[in-house]
């Protein structure tokens, strides 16, 4: 039977390559996002309504959320795959100095709208035997200056992640927690308030991660044998690494 995966935050960078990626593997798709025109484009990119479904909302709203998914066709009611990609950071600025509204637009999309469409779709994911993939990040686990919030939002994830394996043990569902580093798509200029200069320049001869790559990673985590969970991966470009510690000295 053909398999169904629902992907978050599917109008661009990773949740778009993972899209076309699962499609160009033979499964059907469910996109999620908030802009009505790129998931219209979207769909018919990757080969129109008999293989992608688009839903349109705000996952930050949770009667959004819930409609949503209410409203999904017979067709594409079986959910194999729930692709949690949907996130975003905003700034980089210290935390003494950032605006509490940007703090609490990462809280509310990077966890609650996570934890809900996860909430949401468990019991479908169960029968299925299905997959979770939730996309965390490196500053899941390490810190740096201005990871703040974001930062404690991904650690969220990937302990989300684990917990929930331990909860759906026995279920057959399997869970991964996907930790990139430096990426190259629109999730910088998000973050940046859209400064295109301040995106070429933390591009600049860095060769970073595409989101072909996480497709890639998504994939192959999705195609491996029903027994195997892959807990997660850290995963960076080869010239993203660490520094050292800082120490003010007075
Ligand atoms: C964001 C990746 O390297 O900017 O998730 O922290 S990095």
Redesign the pocket.
């Known amino acids: 039977m053909q398999k169904t995966a629902l992907i978050t935050g599917a109008t661009a960078g990773f949740g778009d390559a993972i899209a076309r990626r699962f499609v160009s593997e033979g499964w059907k798709v469910i996109v999620t996002g908030r802009r009505q025109d790129r998931l219209d484009a979207l769909v018919q990119a990757l080969g129109g309504p008999q293989i992608a479904h688009p839903l349109c909302f705000d996952i930050r709203d949770e009667a959004a959320t819930k409609a949503a998914v209410e409203s999904l066709p017979a067709s594409f009611a079986r959910i194999d795959a729930l692709i949690n990609n949907a996130g975003l950071?905003r700034g980089t600025a210290p935390a003494q100095q950032c605006d509490l509204d940007d703090w609490k637009a990462m809280i509310d999309t990077n966890i609650t709208g996570l934890v809900t469409m996860t909430r949401l779709l468990l019991d479908r994911l169960i029968e299925t035997r299905g997959l979770v993939v939730n996309l965390a990040?490196?500053?899941a686990h390490?810190p740096?200056p201005g990871?703040n919030v974001?930062?404690g939002t991904?650690a969220f994830v990937r302990q989300f992640s684990l917990g929930l394996r331990s909860d759906l043990s026995g279920k057959g569902v399997r869970v991964t927690s996907i930790e990139?580093?430096?990426?190259e798509s629109e999730?910088?200029l998000v973050?940046t308030g859209g400064d295109q200069a301040a995106y070429d320049k933390l591009y600049a001869g860095a060769d970073p991660l595409q989101p072909e790559d996480i497709a890639e990673t998504v994939y192959w985590v999705a195609a491996l044998p029903a027994h195997i969970n892959i807990n997660a991966i850290e995963i960076?470009p080869v010239s993203?690494s660490w520094g050292p510690l800082n120490v003010h000295r007075g």
């Open positions: 950071a990040s490196i500053a390490w740096y990871g974001y930062g991904k990139p580093g430096l990426s999730f910088t973050r960076m993203q």
